[in-house]
Structure formats: structure tokens, C-alpha cells
């Protein structure tokens, strides 16, 4: 919820001098629209130089009003950054830290143990109302050298140690947990690592049953990269769900990494939710991304929302799709640059922690349009200063499809006292009242596929210094 006290001066500033706040504080809770109209005004831009996203409108909130969760990861080192926690707090209900629980962290050597970095993670969380996801437990990678050194007999139960004494100092505090992430090759086969090459596949089995015994209540997942759509790997990891149930292992859901490239999100990946879940386990978007190549041009940018959409809209047509995770807070902490050479701009907030457009797309696909709905589709607006200068100011309103295409769309802008709109262009304006423009698409910019954006602008003049962000808000026919 809003914390009055701390948003007041910015709320006020925004509002512009003489606004009765209480009174607009309604109309700030009606429109997803006006919501980020407070996160993308240039008008604040007076405040520090990364603002926080607005708390009237939340992913979180969305997703808890569809019964689902929506999670970020997040590092240690991001603790110390308040324009990152400020946002995590307000935007996601679930953590996954990002490195800080894995084996080259938790046990650097052989029965010593080190939980102080998960421990601050969980310790925000908390503080935040914020779930954890436990990851992980068994992988191949991050994983000390002293592991894959050991004889092979020994193997088993430093593994089962390694899970029981972990999974016992969370107990109670991870909701869930990637037991084993990333255990298969992208052609289907088991990776050989150094689990695999002592136990054989039953390591999979003897590492979920071991967690369930340290912490009965948490869920116990598998976790990877490409089985998001239906392919060779999705179906490995679909038998081998089925044989874990067959042997009674108690496995509860399967994470879907999700690290995708623009563009590719791959057409299959709705039935392969569905297949898992009609299997008897949940799924989860556990480390959303998708990754354009840089610089990222506003077309990518576009592409990009229309991509989150679709995986937060299948995962909504999903009963057993329990939440989405983005694998980090903004572009800026985001893994994608150090991992993949030349991409970057892979998550839903930029450099500097404003909302993108797959932002205001997702804000859409989990209901929270301002727009009509009606005929199927809606949109929504935000609003952003582009120029000022003495009395004047330039205005871009961007107008963005929800999960659906739209063939049209209406925008209204509001203008402050003493604002006056003097120029427009990319759309057609009428004026119902002296304060109100409505715009209706220019007939290029009319058809708008789903997560797709466009843009109109305009000039203000303003008599009294007056520079306060008209509110704008969008609608479909
Ligand atoms: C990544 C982290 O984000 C990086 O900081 C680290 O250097 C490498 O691992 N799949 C996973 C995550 O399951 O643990 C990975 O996280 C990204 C791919």
C-alpha cells in the first residue's frame, strides 16, 4: 500500500502547486495510466535521478488479484541500493536471490557453511512482506571444485548434507525451493556432471526426497533454460516429471527459466504450461528476461511488451502457473550484459529504473488497463515530458495495446491551470472542454497489435508556471 507520509512531497510536486492531493489521490488509485503518468513525468524530474515506480499501481498487486505472485531476483549487493530496493519493495511479493544461496556461496568448502548472504536477502524480503524462492540446491554450475573432485562414493552424501543442512537453516522462510536447476543437456540427455556421474539419474530423486525431509512444507521444483515451449528438452523434462510422480517423489512444480530473445517467445510455450500442469504439478516463470540486441530501438522496445505480455498472459490462462519472476529488478543489475555480449535491455525497468513499455504491458496483461476492454482489447497510457523551455513545454503521451490487438484507441489529456495546448501531431485531436483534449489516432497509428506502442504528442504553454503533467488516460472503442 501507499505509504502517505514518504510519497506526500512527491505526490505534491507532481500535482503542482495549489492541487488539492486528497482529492486526486482517487483518481491516482482508477488508471494504471496516471499511475506511471507519476513515474515517467519529466515534471519530477527535479527529484533524484531514479525514481521509484508509483505504489498506486503494483505487478504485485495485479498478480495478487489473479492469485499469483510476481518476483524479482535479487543480489546482496543491490541491498544497498535505495532506488532498487525502494522498487522491489513496491513492485514484487517474491525474491530469488541471485547467486547468494547457491553451493559455491552456502558450502565453499567441504562442511563449512556460510548462510550470511542468503540470510540478508531473506532478512529483506521479510521486512518487505516479500516471499523467498530457495535457489538452489544441486546444480553444475556455481559449484565449488572441491565437489567435483571428490570420489565418487562420497558423492551422495555430501549432496544429501549439503540439501539437509540448507534447506533446515530455511525451513519456514523459503516458500519454495529449485531443488535441481539446469539438469538436462538442450537435446533431452541428463548433463553429466558430477552428481549425475556417481549416482546416475536417481541423483534427482534422492535430492528431492532429501529436501522434502528437512522441510515437508516447502514446494520442491526443477528448474531450466528451453523447456519453455514444447521441444526435446521440455519433453525430457516431462517424462521424467512423470516418473518422479510414478515413484512417488514428491515434486511439486517445474520453473521455466525463461531467459528469452526478443521476438522468440516461443509459440508453444502456453500448451507446454498446460501439459505440465495437467501432469499434477505447478509451473512458474522463474527467471523472466528478453534480451535485445544493443542499442535497443523503441520498435524493439515494442516487441519486447508484447513478448512479457504473452508469457504473463499464458501464464494467467494457466490455473497451476502460480507466478512469474523477473530475473532482476531493471536493465541495470540485470545479468544479460555479462552473460550475452552485446545484449542488454532485457527486463521491464531501464537504466535507471523507470518503466519501460513491457511495464505498462504486463500492468495490462494482469488486468490493471485503464482502458474500455471493450471489443476485446484495451490500452493504456502514459505520459512523458520531452522539452521545456521558458512558459512551454513539449508532452508525448505512449499509447500501449494490452494482451490483445486494438483497432483504435482514445486518449484524454488533462491539462493543468493555466496550460494550453498550442500544437499536436501523430493524431487527431478534438477539444470537449477548454482543459481537455481527446486524441484519437492518426490513421497510421490506429492499429496496434497486442503489447505493440505508438505515440502522439503536444505543445503546452503555460501562463502561470504551471509545468505539473496533465493526466492522461487511454481507452478503446
Ligand atoms: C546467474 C546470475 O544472475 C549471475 O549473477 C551469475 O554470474 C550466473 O548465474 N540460470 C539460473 C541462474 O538458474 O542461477 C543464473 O543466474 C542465470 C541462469
Same mark, same amino acid.
Given at each position: 500500500?501507499?505509504?502517505?507520509?514518504?510519497?506526500?512531497?512527491?505526490?505534491?510536486?507532481? &500535482?503542482?502547486?495549489?492541487?488539492?492531493?486528497?482529492?486526486?489521490? $482517487?483518481?491516482?488509485?482508477?488508471?494504471?495510466?496516471?499511475?506511471?503518468?507519476?513515474?515517467?513525468?519529466?515534471?519530477?524530474?527535479?527529484?533524484?535521478?531514479?525514481?521509484?515506480?508509483?505504489?498506486? /499501481?503494483?505487478?504485485?498487486?495485479?498478480?495478487?488479484?489473479?492469485?499469483?505472485?510476481?518476483?524479482?531476483?535479487? $543480489?546482496? +549487493?543491490?541491498?544497498?541500493?535505495? /532506488?532498487?530496493?525502494?522498487?522491489?519493495?513496491?513492485?514484487?511479493?517474491?525474491?530469488? #536471490?541471485?547467486?547468494?544461496?547457491?553451493?559455491?556461496?552456502?558450502?565453499?568448502?567441504?562442511?563449512?557453511?556460510?548462510?550470511? #548472504?542468503?540470510?540478508?536477502?531473506?532478512?529483506?524480503?521479510?521486512?518487505?512482506?516479500?516471499?523467498?524462492?530457495?535457489?538452489? &540446491?544441486?546444480?553444475?554450475?556455481?559449484?565449488?571444485?572441491?565437489?567435483?573432485?571428490?570420489?565418487?562414493?562420497?558423492?551422495? @552424501?555430501?549432496?544429501?548434507?549439503?540439501?539437509?543442512?540448507?534447506?533446515?537453516?530455511?525451513?519456514?522462510?523459503?516458500?519454495?525451493?529449485?531443488?535441481?536447476?539446469?539438469?538436462?543437456?538442450?537435446?533431452?540427455?541428463?548433463?553429466?556432471?558430477?552428481?549425475?556421474?556417481?549416482?546416475?539419474?536417481?541423483?534427482?530423486?534422492?535430492?528431492?526426497?532429501?529436501?522434502?525431509?528437512?522441510?515437508?512444507? *516447502?514446494?520442491?521444483?526443477? +528448474?531450466?533454460?528451453?523447456?519453455?515451449?514444447? +521441444?526435446?528438452?521440455?519433453?525430457?523434462?516431462? %517424462?521424467?516429471?512423470? !516418473?518422479?510422480?510414478?515413484?512417488?517423489?514428491?515434486?511439486?512444480?517445474?520453473?521455466?527459466?525463461?531467459?528469452?530473445?526478443?521476438?522468440?517467445? #516461443?509459440?508453444?510455450?502456453?500448451?507446454?504450461?498446460?501439459?505440465?500442469?495437467?501432469?499434477?504439478?505447478?509451473?512458474?516463470?522463474?527467471?523472466?528476461?528478453?534480451?535485445?540486441?544493443?542499442?535497443?530501438?523503441?520498435?524493439?522496445?515494442?516487441?519486447?511488451?508484447?513478448?512479457?505480455?504473452?508469457?504473463? !498472459?499464458?501464464? &494467467?490462462?494457466?490455473?497451476?502457473?502460480?507466478?512469474?519472476?523477473?530475473?532482476?529488478?531493471?536493465?541495470?543489475?540485470?545479468?544479460?550484459?555479462?552473460?550475452?555480449?552485446?545484449?542488454? *535491455?532485457?527486463?521491464?525497468?531501464?537504466?535507471?529504473?523507470?518503466?519501460?513499455? *513491457?511495464?505498462?504491458?504486463?500492468? /495490462?496483461? &494482469?488486468?490493471?488497463?485503464?482502458?474500455?476492454?471493450?471489443?476485446g482489447g484495451?490500452?493504456?497510457? $502514459?505520459?512523458?515530458?520531452?522539452?521545456?523551455?521558458?512558459?512551454?513545454?513539449?508532452?508525448?503521451?505512449?499509447?500501449?495495446a494490452g494482451s490483445s490487438a486494438i483497432s483504435?484507441?482514445?486518449?484524454?489529456?488533462?491539462?493543468? @491551470?493555466?496550460?494550453?495546448?498550442?500544437?499536436?501531431?501523430?493524431?487527431?485531436?478534438?477539444? #470537449?472542454?477548454?482543459?481537455?483534449?481527446?486524441?484519437?489516432?492518426?490513421? %497510421?497509428?490506429?492499429n496496434l497489435a497486442a503489447g505493440q506502442?505508438?505515440?502522439?504528442?503536444?505543445?503546452?504553454? $503555460?501562463?502561470?508556471?504551471?509545468?505539473?503533467?496533465?493526466?492522461? /488516460?487511454?481507452?478503446?472503442?
Open positions: 500500500m501507499r505509504t502517505d507520509v514518504g510519497k506526500r512531497p512527491l505526490d505534491q510536486r507532481l &500535482l503542482g502547486p495549489g492541487k488539492n492531493l486528497a482529492r486526486h489521490r $482517487t483518481s491516482l488509485r482508477l488508471t494504471a495510466a496516471l499511475a506511471v503518468l507519476l513515474l515517467t513525468t519529466a515534471g519530477a524530474a527535479a527529484l533524484s535521478a531514479a525514481r521509484p515506480a508509483s505504489a498506486a /499501481t503494483s505487478l504485485k498487486s495485479l498478480a495478487e488479484a489473479k492469485g499469483r505472485y510476481f518476483g524479482t531476483a535479487m $543480489t546482496q +549487493n543491490m541491498l544497498s541500493n535505495s /532506488t532498487v530496493t525502494t522498487l522491489a519493495g513496491q513492485q514484487f511479493d517474491m525474491v530469488t #536471490p541471485g547467486n547468494e544461496m547457491k553451493w559455491d556461496t552456502t558450502e565453499p568448502s567441504n562442511g563449512s557453511f556460510n548462510f550470511g #548472504p542468503g540470510d540478508q536477502i531473506v532478512s529483506f524480503a521479510q521486512s518487505h512482506g516479500m516471499r523467498v524462492r530457495g535457489h538452489n &540446491l544441486v546444480w553444475h554450475s556455481q559449484l565449488p571444485s572441491w565437489v567435483s573432485s571428490l570420489p565418487l562414493n562420497q558423492v551422495q @552424501s555430501v549432496m544429501e548434507n549439503h540439501i539437509t543442512t540448507e534447506v533446515t537453516h530455511y525451513k519456514g522462510q523459503a516458500y519454495a525451493w529449485d531443488v535441481v536447476n539446469e539438469p538436462f543437456n538442450d537435446n533431452g540427455s541428463l548433463r553429466q556432471d558430477a552428481f549425475y556421474n556417481a549416482m546416475g539419474s536417481g541423483y534427482i530423486a534422492d535430492a528431492i526426497r532429501t529436501a522434502h525431509a528437512a522441510d515437508p512444507n *516447502a514446494k520442491l521444483y526443477l +528448474n531450466d533454460y528451453n523447456i519453455e515451449g514444447e +521441444n526435446a528438452k521440455s519433453n525430457a523434462m516431462y %517424462s521424467l516429471v512423470q !516418473s518422479l510422480l510414478a515413484q512417488g517423489v514428491p515434486i511439486n512444480g517445474v520453473g521455466l527459466e525463461s531467459h528469452f530473445i526478443l521476438g522468440q517467445v #516461443p509459440s508453444s510455450l502456453l500448451a507446454n504450461m498446460q501439459r505440465f500442469a495437467a501432469r499434477g504439478v505447478d509451473v512458474a516463470v522463474t527467471e523472466l528476461d528478453d534480451r535485445i540486441q544493443l542499442p535497443a530501438t523503441s520498435a524493439n522496445l515494442a516487441q519486447q511488451a508484447t513478448d512479457f505480455s504473452t508469457v504473463v !498472459s499464458d501464464c &494467467l490462462q494457466v490455473s497451476r502457473c502460480v507466478g512469474v519472476s523477473q530475473w532482476g529488478v531493471g536493465d541495470a543489475d540485470s545479468w544479460i550484459p555479462s552473460a550475452f555480449s552485446g545484449y542488454g *535491455a532485457a527486463t521491464m525497468f531501464d537504466q535507471n529504473y523507470q518503466p519501460k513499455p *513491457a511495464y505498462n504491458a504486463v500492468v /495490462t496483461a &494482469l488486468g490493471g488497463s485503464n482502458g474500455g476492454g471493450g471489443g484495451s490500452c493504456s497510457a $502514459t505520459y512523458q515530458e520531452t522539452q521545456q523551455w521558458n512558459g512551454v513545454f513539449n508532452g508525448q503521451v505512449t499509447i500501449t483504435s484507441w482514445t486518449s484524454t489529456v488533462t491539462l493543468g @491551470s493555466g496550460q494550453v495546448i498550442s500544437a499536436t501531431w501523430n493524431g487527431n485531436p478534438t477539444w #470537449p472542454q477548454a482543459n481537455v483534449m481527446v486524441m484519437k489516432p492518426a490513421s %497510421s497509428n490506429s506502442s505508438t505515440s502522439f504528442g503536444f505543445t503546452v504553454k $503555460t501562463s502561470n508556471g504551471n509545468y505539473s503533467a496533465p493526466a492522461v /488516460t487511454c481507452s478503446t472503442p
